[in-house]
């Protein structure tokens, strides 16, 4: 059986650049079915489902939904309900977890101030406190977003779960269907496209130790798309792996082209030269969908700089 992803890595599509973006990232546990558009296809309150995404927009917040691997069953009974929230901007990446069982609460978050890093709110609407456990391991797996999710994302996630991995949930949607199984990975917010059990807990383990494994990795999705790429080209090219030591801090340009400026904790700066390029020949984005030439992120130059040329 063909598949998107089946053609996607018969092709060696490269992964880098294709993270899906948010600055923040509000999960909230949701049990049962889900549809397409989860958060107003699920056994959530619908109208919940708009409200919710409609004070998110435009704030940098991502909002999705979370369960734990296994059957599915919803009884639709009050149930005590885990919602974390993550903020990924390097320099002031948190991670916080709340409990509540009339997920309306999250009405009463501040989103803007969210999307900004700031997680007051989130102790106030919710009583949340910082994440005292393991990282999070969230695998992609609605099956009616893309089939891809269900056949490699669930097996992915019951594997984890099954070998003692802690931190594993099954998330509603990460985008890029075709590189399933796709894992985000928090605190730090990296991507992982086309995931084995093996890459996770070697991802797992290094956002631990506040390291970043670039195997597999899609992007942080602190950064829009040039900027994932350029990042993690920067990464690769001096050996930096430490989660926090790189910021992209501008972003110069347009579609086709930009020049991407990347910092270090330590005040070296690189410029990255990053061209929009079409992936041929045509493949599907998603199961079912006509053939088409999605976009890539190609890194055509690197070139460390000083603080007077950035300046001039």
């Known amino acids: 059986m063909s598949t998107c992803s089946t053609a996607s890595r018969e092709l060696d599509e490269p992964v880098a650049g294709t993270a899906a973006t948010a600055r923040t990232w509000i999960l909230l546990e949701q049990p049962g079915p889900w549809g397409p558009k989860a958060l107003t296809s699920s056994h959530l309150d619908p109208a919940l489902g708009r409200a919710l995404e409609a004070a998110a927009s435009g704030t940098g917040v991502r909002i999705a939904l979370i369960r ?18 993550a903020h990924t901007v390097p320099g002031s990446t948190w991670l916080h977890a709340a409990t509540t069982t009339d997920p309306e609460r999250l009405l009463g978050l501040d989103f803007a101030a969210l999307g900004r890093g700031h ?8 009583g949340g406190r910082p994440h005292e456990g393991d990282p999070l391991a969230l695998v992609c797996t609605n099956g009616k ?3 891809c999710c269900a056949l490699l ?5 019951a594997e984890l779960a099954a070998s003692g991995v802690e931190g594993v949930w099954e998330v509603t949607h990460l985008g890029g269907h075709r590189f399933s199984p796709t894992v985000l990975v928090l605190p730090h917010g990296y991507a992982y496209g086309r995931a084995e059990a093996r890459t996770v807990e ?16 899609r992007g942080s999705s602190a950064w829009e798309r040039p900027g994932q790429a350029a990042e993690l080209a920067v990464r690769t090219a001096v050996g ?7 910021t992209v801090v501008r972003t110069d340009g347009a579609a086709p082209c930009w020049e991407v400026t990347v910092a270090h904790a330590d005040g070296r700066h690189w410029c990255v030269e990053v061209a929009q390029g079409s992936s041929l ?9 006509a053939l088409g030439s999605p976009a890539r992120m190609d890194v055509v130059a690197i070139r460390e700089v000083t603080m007077a040329a950035l300046a001039s």
Do not use: M, N, W
């Open 68 to 85: 734990r691997p296994g059957r599915h069953a919803d009884r639709r009974t009050p149930t005590t309900r885990r919602v974390y929230a």
């Open 119 to 126: 997680s007051g709110t989130f102790a106030a609407a919710l």
């Open 145 to 147: 977003r893309d089939r």
């Open 153 to 157: 994302g669930r097996p992915l996630a």
């Open 202 to 217: 070697k991802a797992l383990r290094g956002a631990q130790e506040g390291r970043i494994l670039v195997e597999g990795c």
């Open 240 to 246: 930096e792996y430490a989660a926090g030591a790189l």
């Open 281 to 289: 020949p045509p493949r599907a984005e998603s199961c079912g969908s």
